[in-house]
């Protein structure tokens, strides 16, 4: 296993090498977004399809000046959120360096400012914006340890271990390109948190294929059959529990006892990690999960691992 400080980690970055670092969100598999041969690397790393583009990763809003182009809409959102589980899809400025890759050749560029401690300091260092999608092979489930990092790309992969992922689901993506701000990818900041400082209500993409790519595809899937909206056993099933857990499961694992989506939110991909790799399970059941709040991106992500085998 390769464990690399941030200086080393900046160092290879620079060099055009991917490196897999902590964020607040999900682990990252980073590299230069204006190197186009660092970026293939990523894509070829995950196996991820490419037209599914990719966030780019800035630590200072003075970087954003001539990658995109910044409305009224957006700066009040990052002046909101950032640094944050927020990601903004805006117009790419004219001559903007970051590679059409990253972009998947659409005219807009996803950006984050993430807040996590050593993701910033690395961005940092690097000085330049990272693309940075999850750090896992493309329909797998997310890491949100450097074990899951390893677990999934193999242990040659260069990881910063930062320990947890303190949101543990990926931003929210709110598209900017047009007339209606759009709710692109439920994630770790709640879709009424952003309306309330909009002052409007998001709007849903007209066409996912073309406005949010990524998507459509199998997600999150583990090797276990997922069964949603659970109150009594099936079988041999591991159970990832909200609020107290009924008797009969095999193996649970709590999201969170008190019905905190937040918390629940945090320990989801590692109750998926966990149960899928325990011994003598057939299934892992989920119970009912409200909508509201983080409670959307749960429902999201869990009703992709339930079809997504
Ligand atoms: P990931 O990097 O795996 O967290 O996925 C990033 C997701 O953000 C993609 O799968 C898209 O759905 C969305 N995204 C990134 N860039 C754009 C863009 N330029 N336009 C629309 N959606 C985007
Ligand atoms: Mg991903």
Not at 167 to 172: A, C, I, N, P, R
């Amino acid at each position: 296993m390769v464990d690399v400080t941030i200086s080393e980690a900046a160092r290879r970055l620079q060099a055009g090498e991917v490196v897999a670092f902590p964020t607040e969100t999900v682990y990252g598999l980073g590299a230069d977004a204006t190197d186009p041969a660092a970026v293939a690397k990523i894509f070829a790393a995950k196996g991820r399809p490419d037209f599914n583009p990719l966030i780019s990763h800035i630590h200072d809003p003075a970087q954003l000046d001539g990658l995109v182009v910044m409305d009224d809409r957006a700066r009040k959102l990052a002046a909101a959120f950032w640094p944050g589980a927020l990601t903004l899809v805006l117009p790419r400025a004219p001559g903007c360096p970051v590679a059409p890759a990253v972009s998947a050749g659409l005219p807009s560029l996803a950006i984050r400012m993430p807040a996590h401690p050593l993701a910033r300091e690395l961005l940092k260092l690097v000085g330049r914006p990272v693309a940075a999608p999850s750090a896992n092979r493309s329909g797998q489930v997310s890491p949100t340890t450097a074990q899951h990092v390893r677990d999934s790309l193999g242990p040659e992969i260069a990881v910063v271990d930062g320990g947890a992922c303190p949101v543990g689901l990926e931003s929210t993506v709110i598209g900017l390109t047009g007339v209606t701000p759009t709710l692109l990818r439920p994630g770790g900041i709640a879709a009424e948190a952003v309306e309330a400082v909009l002052g409007e209500p998001l709007g849903l993409p007209q066409d996912a294929r073309v406005e949010s790519p990524g998507m459509l595809l199998k997600h999150y899937a583990p090797r276990l059959p997922v069964r949603l909206n659970a109150t009594t056993a099936q079988g041999r099933e591991g159970l990832l529990s909200f609020g107290p857990a009924p008797a009969g499961f095999a193996a649970v694992w709590p999201l969170s006892d008190t019905g905190d989506l937040a918390g629940a939110a945090a320990r989801l991909y590692a109750g998926l990690h966990a149960l899928d790799h325990a011994p003598g399970l057939d299934g892992i059941a989920v119970m009912p999960i409200p909508g509201h709040g983080l409670g959307l991106a749960i429902n999201d992500r869990l009703a992709r691992a339930a079809r997504g085998r």
